[in-house]
């Protein structure tokens, strides 16, 4: 398995365009924050490798259904699982076709 070389921050800071005190003092510590949010437990930089191989490995042990994709060809069924409901736009398209002239 081919590794790339661990960044710094002085280095990524440097390729983004951002200065290594707002990252370390700014972003960084927002990530931590949003990653120990979702993931239930504390994220450090120490740990953060770990916790990624857990939850891979919880991903790739759950069954995920098997849904069987419909051709792209034409407007998909109203009882597609893939169609999506606009209320807003489909009444208001409704309204139009009322219309006198407006569906002929």
């Not at 407007?75 to 009882?79: E, H």
């Not at 409901?85 to 807003?88: K, L, M, N, Q």
């Not at 409704?94 to 002929?104: A, D, L, R, S, V």
């Given at each position: 398995?081919?590794?790339r070389?661990?960044?710094?921050?002085d280095?990524?800071?440097?390729?983004?365009?951002?200065?290594?005190?707002y990252?370390?003092k700014?972003?960084?510590?927002q990530?931590?924050?949003?990653?120990?949010?979702?993931?239930?437990?504390?994220?450090t930089k120490?740990?953060?490798?770990?916790?990624?191989?857990?939850?891979?490995?919880?991903?790739?042990?759950?069954r995920?259904?098997?849904?069987?994709?419909?051709?792209?060809?034409g407007?998909?069924?109203?009882?597609s699982p893939?169609?999506i409901?606009?209320?807003?736009l489909?009444?208001?398209l409704?309204?139009?076709?009322?219309?006198?002239?407006?569906?002929?």
């Open positions: 398995m081919l590794r070389p661990k960044k710094t921050y280095r990524i800071a440097s390729e983004c365009g951002y200065s290594a005190n990252l370390k700014k972003v960084i510590p990530l931590w924050h949003l990653l120990s949010q979702t993931f239930g437990k504390k994220v120490a740990n953060c490798g770990l916790i990624f191989k857990e939850r891979r490995g919880a991903i790739s042990n759950t995920v259904p098997q849904v069987k994709l419909e051709s792209p060809e407007p998909v069924s109203l009882g893939f169609y409901e606009r209320p807003v489909e009444q208001s409704y309204e139009e076709i009322q219309e006198p002239g407006g569906c002929n």
